[in-house]
């Protein structure tokens, strides 16, 4: 069984900048694909940013230029680098892996940007 636990939500103003992270445990195909998904109230989860175990990246358009995803593969961990945070960024953000056509999910971590 895989879990995966987020930390570094929590409440900025807008301008401000807060990282995520998200460390996976349990039996871990070593090629896989993790990334950070997010969901407003009122939203649909969408995807945020996304990498591959490879090192190939993916990004929504909304956080081009501001968000920046990493990977440390030997830790297993995930990273979401959050800059020039605006308010419509605030939702609950969840980490997700895949691998071996399983999908995988955090819990999620709340982060809200003030104005």
């Known amino acids: 069984q895989v879990q995966l636990v987020e930390s570094g939500g929590g409440l900025v103003q807008a301008g401000g900048s807060l990282r995520l992270s998200c460390a996976a445990s349990?039996?871990?195909?070593?090629?896989?694909?993790m990334g950070w998904y997010r969901q407003a109230p009122g939203k649909e989860r969408e995807l945020v940013a996304m990498s591959t175990s490879h090192g190939n990246t993916n990004y929504a358009d909304s956080v081009k230029g501001r968000f920046t995803i990493s990977r440390d593969n030997a830790k297993n961990t995930v990273y979401l680098q959050m800059n020039s945070l605006k308010p419509e960024d605030t939702a609950v953000y969840y980490c997700r892996l895949t691998a071996l056509a399983k999908v995988y999910w955090g819990q999620g971590t709340q982060v809200t940007v003030s104005s």
């Open positions: 349990g039996s871990i195909f070593s090629i896989n694909v």
